[in-house]
């Protein structure tokens, strides 16, 4: 790859994790891209080079945060053959990423819901899609004999969506000070609402 390329994607990259820390220190309606630019130690220009405007850069974090979740869940489910536990490694794959990454959580939870209506239809499609993906395992579940009959879209949306509000939580109150803490009361009570026997539960790594 040519050394200019790289120099581009290196570029790129810092943008994007400057913006990050600029969106989550001063939210996306203050944010401006002379601040990203600063924080990125790159000119304006060259934030421009890449991205047309602050909407974009936002976007492109969305997606690279909704990639990000997709490659820990996919890891996460490798180890498991349950339908059910495939689903709950699904949900601990998100909690282990923001819990180390508290930044990402509040753009992902917080930010992309206040920052206007196109940001807040790409993150409902986001969260849809983990939904979703919550819902493909507890049909396997279903199919298996491993749980009753149950309406899985609206169980998967729940699932996920429980978690939304523990992290959502976490990062405006700071409360639980571990998500861990939270999501060990939350847990059997998602196991319960599918008729699902508890599972041993493998510990979250701290922040």
């Known amino acids: 790859m040519p050394s200019q390329q790289i120099r581009a994607q290196n570029r790129y990259r810092r943008i994007l994790d400057a913006a990050l820390r600029v969106f989550s220190r001063r939210g996306y309606r203050d944010a401006s891209v002379d601040e990203i630019a600063d924080e990125s130690q790159t000119s304006k220009g060259g934030v421009y080079f890449h991205f047309p405007g602050k909407e974009a850069i936002f976007l492109a974090l969305l997606d690279r945060t909704a990639e990000r979740l997709r490659t820990k869940i996919n890891e996460a489910m490798t180890t498991h053959d349950d339908p059910i536990a495939k689903a709950d490694a699904a949900l601990m794959a998100v909690l282990h990423t923001f819990a180390k990454h508290r930044a990402l959580a509040r753009l992902f939870m917080v930010e992309a819901l206040g920052a206007g209506r196109e940001f807040h239809q790409r993150s409902v ?82 922040r």
């Open 125 to 206: 499609e986001i969260r849809g899609e983990f939904a979703g993906i919550i819902q493909g395992h507890l049909d396997d579940a279903v199919r298996q004999g491993v749980i009753e009959p149950v309406d899985t879209e609206i169980a998967g949306r729940a699932w996920f969506g429980a978690l939304n509000e523990v992290i959502t939580g976490w990062v405006l109150a700071g409360r639980p000070e571990r998500l861990e803490d939270a999501y060990a009361a939350l847990r059997p009570l998602l196991m319960r609402g599918v008729g699902a026997t508890e599972r041993p539960r493998e510990p979250v790594e701290e």
